[in-house]
């Protein structure tokens, strides 16, 4: 008989978050706080511009104020941060998500350092990811969290489970070998100077791939009955597929994430409760001050 592994739907368990977050968002309106999420767009990309119009979507269909600040494409340095100290202090701004790419004559990593990290949607600030070192109290990166999210709703647990992980990017792998560690899984990272990958991949009890390279990993490189996640994204004649050649892996996995249709549909509602926990710690900052 021909195992089929259990598809891990991505899009149900958004909208069960969208729906959390519908009732966190009331809490706040009734206390006189309307969350608000501003977009800094610089330029023309039209990747970057089709994701701010869904955010906006998103944002309004929970109840959360959408915002958007655009620059133009000449737009100096100097003029990027400023506006961002603008939004940082800004107290009906809680939240500021930066759209890359950024214009070649700005510095990425300056302008997304000057954010303040309490309104870092997107977890990227390096307190941020100082803290995940740490387990602490900080915003987590949307997309590793996406990856454990759909795992901890599917009912799968981490904790003494053998996790793989393929990718040492700074947005996805990275961090998530760390709040994988946390969760109490022996972690393995594998990357491109990793020798014998599907060595490493065959030992998974969860295997995380988040690389870019569609049907790199293959049926024969996943043990039977492993959970897959793929967090990859390419695009193959107009067609958004993953790293994993899922019609074939889900033959010997127990569970797997498609693409689309699984990661990828968590990250924008898991900003969006990143921007209503940068609520909370800026009102814990604003006590701070109060009581000192
Ligand atoms: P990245 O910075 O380019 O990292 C890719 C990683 O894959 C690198 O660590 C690289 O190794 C490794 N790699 C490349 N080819 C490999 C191979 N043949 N065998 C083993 N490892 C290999 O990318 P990223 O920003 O982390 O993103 C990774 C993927 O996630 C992309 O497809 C991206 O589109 C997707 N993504 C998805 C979402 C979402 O919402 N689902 C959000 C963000 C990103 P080296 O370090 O040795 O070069």
Known sequence: MINVAKILDGKKIAGEIKEEIKLEVNKW???????????LLVGDDAASIAYAKFLEKVASSVGVKFHLEQLNSEVSEDDVL???DKLNHNKEIHGILLLLPLPKHIDKQRVMDSVLPAKDVDGVHPINRGYILSNGQCIYPATPLSCLEILKRSGIELAGKHAVIVGRGETVGKPLLYMALSQNATVTVCHTRTPDLSYHTRQADVLFT?????GLITRDMVKEGAVVVDAGISEVDGKICGDVDFDAVKEAAGAITPVPGGVG??????MLKNLLKGISMQESLVNIKVNN
């Open 210 to 214: 988040a690389v870019g390279k569609p």
């Open 82 to 84: 400023s506006t961002i």
């Open 29 to 39: 309106k009734s206390r006189g706080v309307i969350p608000c999420l501003s977009v």
């Open 265 to 270: 549909s968590l990250t924008t509602v898991l």
